[in-house]
């Protein structure tokens, strides 16, 4: 039966690499991260065929390994692989599973309708005034903690602290304050979801890919425990009932929510369906953001010259301006260079996932006659390697450097538009895009335009991917010497 169920691909046509004998390649996980096995099918098959074969305990998934049908699954032909999965909500037992990342077709689609005037750059930038008043705190939190010789931090835990004291305010309209106090509830909650996750990447792996086999043996499955989800439905209650009463507005996301259930009386938007959406933005928007702070402080203190050039941009753009405002960020290219390519190299999702609602015949392409005929089952899930496309040398030659100069504009012209995917693409892209790089920007224009960040002689030179995690995190924190900046010196080397 095994060997049967691992003949998946073969007998449909498809390249894969052999599987262990009953765990697929999930065995390997216990030493390496998802996105690297994916990345073993894609250096297997690249170029000779544009999907390849592999598997999860006994479940077969497709991995594509060419960009042109990247861009069909993702944008031309999307009407067809509109889900990320097919695994069951179960609303009931999950009220805060019914978010925008996991709904599925029609669902997905009156929703992200509705919510996509939410999140333009109009919207997000009556938010920007919230951000820079938790970046300021970031800033007086920096000031206690670095002293005048330098001091050595651990800066993902800070820079969670402030993601989520960003959302927080955004999403809920309240202060975490978990810069100030670290045991506030937010950031407490936010770190034992996340810590959840630790314990069980393997099994996480299995109840999203055996939903359904479980419902149907009665087992019940929390996505979230019991007290998360008493504590977003609680709060949300709270928050309407306070801002209808008293008539409170704070233009964030919470005023656009209710904006919407008030306009929209066929959307009706239930209690469990706001807090599901709020639910979604927290859990999606302050580790990815944190994350993508922290790799590109790491980076920056690998690359000193890179950090100069980045310091000399935000200080020329403040003096201009005169403080930080919306239109100053807007005009520091080489931060969102550098944004960038700490996405290429850490891509907060290191695969995307989609799943085809027919059969799929692959589109002909005269370079690929030999896989023509191959059919992508309905239902099958399929992977999009994003952290293999973004490591491939052919794309971006010597992938382990750190280079901003990859994404100006012309270097990205000459590239293939789907080679970089760090925030997805297509009508499913990450909706919050633009609020999550505003926050990253916020902070970093923060910190880099007053210290300077250095690799401590004891600390790594690389960073683990963890592989504890579906997220790529830096598991085990990231180190770095903290040195205070003389108003407008430069950067020199001790
Ligand atoms: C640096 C920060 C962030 C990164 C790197 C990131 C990355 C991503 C990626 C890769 C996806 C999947 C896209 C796809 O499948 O094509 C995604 C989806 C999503 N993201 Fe983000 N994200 C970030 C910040 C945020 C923020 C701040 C929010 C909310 C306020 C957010 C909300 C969402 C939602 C709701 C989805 C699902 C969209 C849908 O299915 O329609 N993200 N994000």
């Known amino acids: 039966c095994l060997r049967h169920c691992y003949n998946y691909w073969e007998l449909q046509g498809v390249r894969q690499l052999r599987p262990h004998f009953l765990f697929g390649h999930i065995f390997k996980l216990k030493s390496v ?13 690249k170029g000779k065929s544009r999907v390849a074969g592999t598997y999860l305990f006994l479940r077969p998934i497709a991995v594509v390994t060419d960009l042109d049908l990247v861009k069909a699954i993702l944008i031309k032909d999307f009407n067809k692989f509109v889900d990320r999965s097919n695994t069951p909500l179960n609303l009931p037992e999950n009220p805060l599973a019914g978010h925008l990342f996991n709904l599925h077709g ?10 996509s005037p939410t999140f333009t750059s109009g919207k997000i930038k009556y938010m920007f005034s919230t951000i820079t008043g938790v970046a300021q705190q970031l ?3 920096f000031e206690q903690e670095v002293s005048e010789a330098g001091s ?8 969670g602290r402030y993601t989520v004291d960003v959302i927080g305010s955004c999403a809920f309209g309240i202060e975490c304050n978990s810069l100030k106090d670290p045991q506030a509830q937010f950031r407490v909650l936010a770190r034992k979801l996340f810590a959840n996750q630790k314990r069980n990447v393997r099994w996480n792996l299995f109840k999203v890919n055996y939903m359904k086999l479980l419902l149907r043996l009665h087992i019940k499955m929390r996505t979230f425990d019991q007290e998360y989800t008493d504590f977003f439905l609680r709060l949300v209650r709270d928050t309407v009932e306070l801002r209808e009463r008293e008539k409170i507005r704070r233009n964030d996301f919470m005023d656009l929510l209710l904006d919407l259930r008030r306009t929209d009386q066929k959307m009706g938007l239930s209690v469990e369906q706001l807090a599901a959406q709020v639910f979604v933005f927290f859990i999606a928007g302050f580790e990815t953001s944190s994350s993508n702070m922290s790799y590109a402080l790491f980076e920056l203190a690998k690359n000193r010259s890179i950090q100069q050039k980045l310091r000399e941009e935000i200080r020329r753009v403040l003096q201009v301006h005169g403080k930080l405002t919306y239109e100053a960020m807007m005009e520091m290219p080489y931060l969102d260079q550098v944004i960038n390519e700490t996405l290429r190299k850490y891509p907060a999702l290191a695969s995307l996932t989609r799943v085809p609602s027919e059969d799929y015949k692959l589109p002909s392409d005269e370079g690929y006659e030999s896989d023509g005929h191959i059919v992508l089952e309905r239902g099958i899930k399929v992977h999009i390697p994003v952290r293999a496309i973004h490591y491939d040398p052919e794309i971006y030659p010597e992938p382990h450097e750190f280079r901003p100069e990859r994404f100006e504009a012309a270097a990205c012209q000459q590239r293939h538009p789907l080679a970089f995917l760090g925030f997805g693409d297509g009508p499913r892209n990450c909706i919050g895009l633009r609020f999550g790089r505003m926050q990253v920007k916020v902070g970093l224009i923060t910190l880099l335009s007053r210290y300077r960040f250095s690799l401590p002689p004891d600390g790594p030179k690389e960073l683990a991917i963890s592989n504890k995690n579906l997220l790529l995190v830096p598991g085990e924190g990231v180190r770095l010497r903290v040195d205070r900046l003389q108003t407008n010196s430069r950067d020199e080397c001790k």
């Open 33 to 45: 991260h998802l996105s690297e096995l994916l990345q073993e099918t894609y250096d297997a098959f």
């Open 106 to 115: 029609e669902e997905w689609r009156a929703l992200r309708t509705k919510l």
């Open 139 to 141: 800033e007086e939190t």
């Open 152 to 159: 050595t931090l651990e800066l993902h835990d800070l820079l």
